[in-house]
């Protein structure tokens, strides 16, 4: 499990540059400041949880159960939130209007908190070592 943890981490991190490059260069010239600045928000936070796998798979004293729903929580907290922001942002630009699945962008991030307080409650678990 923390090979593919660490190897999501790495490739969520992969895309989070890509995506961040193309935001800055292609992006800069079809987006109004705000749209890229939105665009910006869906990369820096797909950034922070990439990291966050990364140390995820790296801590020996997290059970393997608490790590599965991390990874999990994370993976699909990603999809929904900076997957969501991504089409948002760049809305104009399509003929489809994303407007309509706006509301998932909340659930992505309410996945990711999520995340962070199973972490929370699993280092405070009294059988935990760290």
């Not at 961040?20 to 922070?48: C, D, N, P, W």
């Not at 699945?101 to 908190?113: A, D, Q």
């Amino acid at each position: 499990m923390d090979k593919k943890i660490l190897s999501t981490g790495a490739i969520l991190g992969m895309i989070a540059i890509i995506l961040g490059a193309f935001g800055a260069h292609a992006l800069k010239k079809v987006l109004s400041i705000e749209q890229l600045s939105t665009f910006e928000t869906g990369v820096r936070y797909q950034m922070y949880h990439a990291l966050f796998l990364l140390f995820i798979g790296l801590m020996k004293n997290i059970s393997l159960k608490a790590k599965k729903t991390i990874y999990f929580l994370v993976l699909f907290g990603i999809l929904l939130f900076s997957g969501s922001i991504y089409l948002l942002a760049t809305n104009d630009l399509t003929a489809f209007d994303f407007k309509v699945i706006g509301f998932v962008t909340p659930i992505g991030g309410l996945l990711l908190i999520v995340a962070w307080v199973v972490l929370f409650i699993n280092i405070n678990n009294k059988q935990s070592q760290i």
